[in-house]
Structures are given as structure tokens and as C-alpha cells.
């Protein structure tokens, strides 16, 4: 799920159904890529129902929605953005991690998985014939990111992202005082209008909090630049 500029390849079409994966199986890709590049996914155990659902709250459920997930893993929160997904939207998940990447479009067929770089957002949605996106979820684990790669990747958000479009995404609450979780909450106010902080999700390993942004005020300058 890190950023860091390798290869943008799309793995699945939009064309079938979505379908949950067997539980075991994406719980040991899960842990075996955590032991391999721990920096990479940020976690130590996929997302629970609880902050999924929390997540996917961005998701309109009417309409013909595009909807963009970056670093989706074994697909924790994609399975909960596909139930809410009407038939007529389409869903895009971006990972860069290669193991995860096939296992996702593995598990779900009808959502177009890209094996990339988040940084890079817009040259994958273009190569997909997408512009825009009316919501964005975000696993990524943005406190291991230096600053610069925080910024590339919210200046691709703001690019993708509909004036009238959200951005969901969370941090672990134990790690709040770190130095990059800070420093990521104040871009957020930096390149949002509104950013709402949910209540702490405890039923999740770590406890963690959304946050839902919209109206983003870099959106001309992110599309230019």
C-alpha cells in the first residue's frame, strides 16, 4: 500500500460481479506481506466490519458513482464499499503491492483493481478513461510517509475528487502523537474545507478514528499541478 512509484498495471475489469473472498485466505496474504514489508501495510490485522463500514459511509448509494480505493489490501473495506455500490457505479482500488493486488482481483471480479503507486492517481484513473471520482477511501498508512509523499498523494486526491466528492480515511489512535499522524492532520485542514473526526472505532486492532473531508480547497491547483 506504500508510495513509491512502481508499476501502474490494471488487473480486473468492472465487468462482473463483485464476490467476497474466503476469509482465511486474505487473512494469511494479510499477514504474510506484514511480515515482508511491515512499513508497506501499516498494520497488524485488517480492518474490522466496524471501521469498514465507518470508512464506506462516504460511498453515495444512489446514482452511478465512481468510487476510488487507495491501498484496499486483502480487501476488508472493499467488500463493505461493494454492498453499499449501486449496480449502475463503478469501483477502482489502487495497491501497490503486487501479492495483494492479484489476490484482490481475485476475490472481487468486478472491481477494477490497478497495481500502482497512489501518488500516480491520475495517470491510473486516465488510463481507465476516468477522470474524476465522487468518493475516495483511503487505507494508506499515511504516519510512515514523509511529508512530501502526504502531500503528493492528497494533491492527487483533490485532482480526482468532484467538487461535491469525499475523502475517508483513518488513523490508528494510539499513534496520534507521532510525528507524521500530526503532521497529516494538518494537511488535511490544508487542503480541505471540512474535515470531520469520527468517535474512536474500538472494535478495531488498534482502536482507530475517520476522518471524512470534502469541499477540498486545493482542487484547481491539484488538477494543474
Known amino acids: 500500500m506504500r508510495c513509491d512509484g512502481r508499476g501502474m498495471n490494471p488487473i480486473t475489469s468492472p465487468d462482473a460481479p463483485a464476490t467476497a473472498p474466503v476469509p482465511d ?3 494469511s496474504v494479510f499477514l504474510s506481506a506484514a511480515l515482508r514489508r511491515p512499513r508497506i501495510v501499516g498494520g497488524v490485522a485488517p480492518s474490522s466490519r466496524e471501521l469498514t463500514e465507518v470508512l ?3 460511498v453515495p448509494s444512489r446514482g452511478e458513482p465512481t468510487v476510488v480505493e487507495l491501498g484496499p489490501g486483502t480487501g476488508a473495506t472493499t467488500s463493505t464499499i461493494a454492498r ?3 449496480e449502475s457505479g463503478r469501483q477502482l482500488a ?13 476475490s472481487y471480479p468486478g472491481v477494477t483493481v490497478l497495481q500502482g503507486d497512489a501518488a500516480e492517481l491520475g495517470a491510473l484513473l486516465a488510463r481507465e478513461g476516468q477522470d474524476t471520482a465522487d468518493a475516495i477511501v483511503s487505507g494508506l498508512p499515511w504516519s510512515l510517509f514523509p511529508g512530501h509523499v502526504q502531500r503528493a498523494v492528497l494533491r492527487q486526491v483533490c485532482s480526482a475528487l468532484t467538487p461535491a466528492g469525499a475523502f475517508s480515511t483513518f488513523a490508528y489512535r494510539h499513534a496520534a502523537r507521532l510525528e507524521g499522524a500530526r503532521r497529516f492532520r494538518g494537511l488535511l485542514d490544508e487542503y480541505f474545507d471540512e474535515v470531520v473526526v469520527t468517535r474512536t472505532v ?3 486492532l488498534p482502536p482507530a478514528r475517520v476522518f471524512v473531508c470534502r469541499r477540498p480547497r ?3 491547483s491539484a488538477r494543474h499541478g
Open 25 to 27: 485466505s486474505s487473512l
Open 56 to 58: 464506506a459511509s462516504v
Open 84 to 86: 453499499r455500490l449501486p
Open 94 to 106: 489502487v495497491e501497490i503491492d503486487p501479492v495483494m493486488a492479484a489476490h484482490l482481483a481475485n
Open 202 to 204: 474500538w472494535r478495531n
Open 218 to 220: 486545493s482542487f484547481a
